[in-house]
């Protein structure tokens, strides 16, 4: 199918939005649309839509729908991650640095150059490998490397783009006998990707000693931490989280030892609601002095409109003994 809708004026935008239900001052509305995307503002306007009777979403507007409620829904949650990048900078920088404490402890600053050190890489049978190599050609792109040599090559860019001074110092310094960084310098040069490879590559010892630092099982450790990482790139690019269905769960921990993640009702899986009180335990962990519920409450306490469900926190969620552990 070929794609051939018209760009839009503002103006043109506007009246399009205005004639499908949605009460706006058309001043106000094109000077909304001119900071913001008409299709990323369609993304908060899409659960106001008037839905048929097999639950399919039309183009028109519920009655009543008005732009100050769904400005004030696009504005709840872009302070909504900001407060979870927060949580997820202090998450982020522990994991990265129990992972490289015990890994280094074990191997040394550059025993990451040893691959049997990562065992958790993925190693594919020789068939396979020739398999897709194959079909690489036959698209006329390059050989498929290993995954463990794609993470060093992406280790390299990283240092390669860097400017930070300690990047160059130990370039000018130890450059000629070292081409790659120790690795507790080359973790602070990591994207959120090649951080979470290096966590599912390490040994089982290493992984376990990082988990017992949170006192955390290590399959939780793990599921956790790619949920945070996930859920930090959806922040970080802007994405919109306050209702958003993610396909990256963290796991429940289990029953017998943690019998407050299983009272009902509970937190959706899927929905930004447990990934907050993920966040929220996990900061517990970090420091016993954090405010960082406070601020959440504050947030909710100024949109009470905001719907739960859609959040997947229950009603009363508040008094939930997860968010209220001494209660």
Known sequence: MIYSKEALSLEEQADRLIGRGLIADRDELIGRLKVVNYYRLSGYLYPFRIQDAAGKAGDTFEPGTNLETVWRRYN????????????????????????????????????????????????????????????????????????????????????KRASDTFVKHFTKTYGDHHEHLPLWMAC??????????????????????????????????????????????????????????????????????????HIRPGFAPERIGLQLTVCYHWLGKLSSTTRWRDRLFTLFDEYPEIPLDEMGLPAGWRTHPLWNPNS
Request: aromatic letters at 12%; charged letters at 30%.
């Open 76 to 159: 709840f949650d872009r302070r909504l991650r900001i407060i979870l990048l927060d949580a997820i900078e202090r998450i982020e920088v522990a994991v990265r640095t129990r992972f490289v404490f015990h890994f280094v402890q074990a191997h040394g600053p550059f025993g990451y150059l040893n691959e049997k050190n990562l065992p958790g890489f993925k190693k594919r049978p020789l068939w396979k490998r020739c398999w897709r190599n194959l079909k690489a050609l036959a698209k006329l792109r390059g050989l498929e490397r290993p995954d463990y040599q794609q993470w060093i090559g992406k280790l390299q860019n990283e240092k």
């Open 188 to 261: 602070e040069l990591m994207t959120c990707e090649t951080a979470l490879q290096l966590a599912y590559g390490v040994d089982r010892d290493v992984l376990k000693k990082a988990a017992a630092d949170f006192g955390f099982p290590d399959e939780q450790l793990l599921s956790w931490t790619k949920a945070i990482f996930t859920l930090r790139n959806s922040c970080a690019h802007h994405a919109r989280v306050w209702n958003r269905a993610f396909g990256v769960k963290p796991s429940i921990p289990g029953k017998n030892k943690n019998p407050n993640w």
